[in-house]
Structure formats: structure tokens, C-alpha cells
């Protein structure tokens, strides 16, 4: 009986691994199509929490809910085309800047190489070899509008998702009745997607609240020290602060390089990295877990492998999609019996939430 059983266990996990390897295939290979919806999808729950936000202001609080939601779409467009501008205008202003941040960069690391008393001109033209030297500057510079223009389409594809998912958002309930044989057959799903509208709905609008404070807070720092492109970084903050843990690094450290090769100071550049440095860790550590709370609850090692894996399959924005990708996941598995050890294994504290029968939210502890 006992071998029976081990041979039942050993079969399921083969079938899952099996089915985990085809899933992630199908997802590498579908990229393509499934990323922008993916992403329509997310934007989806920014434009929900946009449209509540909307009919709360006076005035526009008596508009029916279809005209906030194309006005909250229309405000997200703009956002977006901004952000393709601002990513161009980068691109064209570093490229012009270029020779006079290697200046600057070789006056700085031969003022350091000269503080701890190494040949810091040799060692810079033989670090200048290796790196900016095998740059083509002017195809790097087309590559960059090249992706700009792929990464526009892509947007495009995006808005157009997000807008038809709003379209159908109204009816699905009714929809989802009919196609179940009736109400009460239609609770069930309807309470996952409850469940997951509600969870990723929280994370997404206290995360995109944190990170335009953080960006509005490092603008404000880096217009006060004079660092180029003040604005495009600030954009690029608040969209790298959604990966977790690494985006924050990627946010702070960015900025801190350019002041050092458009100053040619070390510390200015290591001041400006502090001042950038304090509102992340201040909102990375104490702010966001009490603002988030319990609402995704994912435990830090799978949060850490939801990055590779999305990463890997989709690139960064993969790793953007980590977290609601992996939310959404979990709550799928918490539905069904057999998946609801491996979802307490995802949590961080054992506790899932999931849906019964009848529609109901349950919790439960492993």
C-alpha cells in the first residue's frame, strides 16, 4: 500500500514538473503576445483604482463610471507618451554629453587613483580600452531609438488591452452566470477573481502611491544638486521601484554615476547617492510593509525567485510583472485542494487565503 502511494506521488510530481516545464516554454515562446496583455491586465487595476479616484473629486463624482475610466485611460496614455519621450531625449542628451563625461570621468578617477597613490592616467586609458573606447556611440544611439520605437508599439498594444478589458470588466458577471449555468454556480470563480481583484488591486495602488512619492522626492533632490536629466531619472525611479528589493539599487545608483561623470566628483556623487539612498530605505523598511501590510503576503525567497523566472521569461518587464504574476498564482493554487500546501509554501506566514464552494473567503493555517 505504502509503495502504491510513494508511486501516486512520484507520478503527480512528474506530471507537475512536466506541466511547470510546458507552462514556462509556452510563456517564453509567447512572449510576445502574452507580455502586452499581461501588462493590459495590470494596467487594468491602475485604471480601476484611477476611475475610483476620479469620481471622488467634486464634480466628477456625478460622471458615469465609463467616462472616469476613459478619462483615467487617456491620462495613462499621456503618461506613457511621456515616458517615450523623456526616454529619447535621454538617449539624444547623453549621446551629445558623452565626451565631456569621459573628461570627467578620467579627471575623476585620476584624482582618486592619485589619493591612494596608484598610476591613475595609465590605469585609466587601459580602463578606457576595455569599455568606452568599443562603444559605437552612433549605433548605440540608434539601437536605443531603435527599441524606443519597438518599446512604443508595445505601449500601444498595452492601452489597447487595458481599454477592452475595462470595456468588458462591466458584464463579466453576468457573463461568467450564464456560461456556469446560473448564479449560484458562478460564485466560486467569481469569488477567486474577487479575491484576486482585491489582492493585486491593493498592492498596485500603495506601490504606484510609494514610488510617485519617491520619484517626486528624487527629482526634488536632484533639480537641488543640478543633476541633468532630473526628470527622465525621477520617471525611471518610480517605474523601477516595482521590482522589488533590486529595482531600488538600480534607482539610486544610476543618478549617483551620471552626477559623477557630469561633476567629476566622487563626493558630490557619494552625497547625492546618500540623499537618494535615505526615502528608499525609509519607505523600502518602514512605510511600505505597514502601507502594504499582509495584502500580498509572499515570503522573500519566492519573491526573489519570482524575479528570476519572470526576468528570465520576459525581461524587465517580467520583473515588473513578478509580483502580481506570482499574487495571482498563488491565489489559483489556494482554489484547489492539492495546491493549497504549495500556495502556504509561497506565503510568508502559512496562512492562505482561497475560496469555497459557495463563493465564501476562508483562511487557513499549515
Known amino acids: 500500500m505504502t509503495q502504491t502511494a510513494d508511486s501516486a506521488r512520484l507520478r503527480d510530481l512528474t506530471y507537475a514538473v512536466a506541466l511547470a516545464i510546458m507552462v514556462g516554454w509556452l510563456l517564453y515562446i509567447g512572449r510576445g503576445i502574452l507580455m502586452p496583455v499581461a501588462m493590459g491586465v495590470i494596467s487594468a487595476y491602475l485604471l480601476t483604482g484611477a476611475s475610483d479616484l476620479i469620481g471622488r473629486l467634486p464634480l466628477l463624482n456625478r460622471t458615469p463610471p465609463w467616462l472616469r475610466q476613459m478619462l483615467a485611460l487617456c491620462f495613462f496614455a499621456f503618461a506613457l507618451w511621456v515616458l517615450a519621450k523623456l526616454i529619447i531625449a535621454g538617449a539624444s542628451t547623453a549621446a551629445a554629453s558623452l565626451p565631456t563625461y569621459e573628461k570627467n570621468l578620467a579627471a575623476a578617477f585620476a584624482a582618486l587613483a592619485d589619493r591612494f597613490g596608484v598610476d591613475g592616467f595609465n590605469d585609466w586609458a587601459a580602463l578606457r580600452e576595455m569599455t568606452l573606447a568599443r562603444v559605437n556611440l ?10 524606443t520605437a519597438g518599446f512604443g508599439s508595445q505601449l500601444f498594444l498595452v492601452i489597447m488591452y487595458a481599454a477592452f478589458i475595462l470595456l468588458e470588466r462591466g458584464g463579466f458577471a453576468a457573463k461568467m452566470a450564464r456560461v456556469m449555468g446560473g448564479t449560484a454556480q458562478a460564485q466560486a470563480p467569481l469569488g477567486m477573481l474577487a479575491e484576486i481583484n482585491a489582492q493585486v488591486g491593493r498592492y498596485l495602488a500603495v506601490k504606484t502611491i510609494i514610488n510617485v512619492i519617491l520619484a517626486l522626492i528624487s527629482w526634488g533632490v536632484m533639480i537641488g544638486m543640478g543633476v541633468e536629466l532630473a526628470s527622465f531619472w525621477a520617471v525611471l525611479i518610480g517605474v523601477v521601484n516595482y521590482i522589488p528589493y533590486f529595482g531600488a539599487l538600480a534607482a539610486v545608483a544610476c543618478p549617483a554615476l551620471l552626477h559623477l561623470a557630469q561633476t567629476g566628483s566622487p563626493e558630490y556623487a557619494l552625497l547625492l547617492l546618500i540623499l537618494l539612498s535615505v526615502p528608499h530605505v525609509l519607505f523600502g523598511y518602514v512605510f511600505e510593509p505597514r502601507m502594504i501590510g499582509r495584502s500580498v503576503n509572499l515570503s522573500p525567497l519566492v ?63 499549515f
Open 138 to 147: 552612433q549605433q548605440t544611439l540608434t539601437s536605443v531609438l531603435a527599441s
Open 303 to 365: 519573491v526573489v525567485l519570482a524575479l528570476a523566472v519572470w526576468g528570465a521569461l520576459w525581461g524587465v518587464a517580467g520583473a515588473v510583472l513578478a509580483i502580481p504574476l506570482t499574487s495571482v498564482l498563488m491565489i489559483l493554487l489556494s482554489v484547489f485542494v492539492g495546491g493549497r500546501r504549495l500556495a502556504a509554501l509561497m506565503t510568508a506566514d502559512g496562512r492562505v487565503s482561497g475560496v469555497g464552494g459557495a463563493g465564501e473567503r476562508r483562511r487557513e493555517d
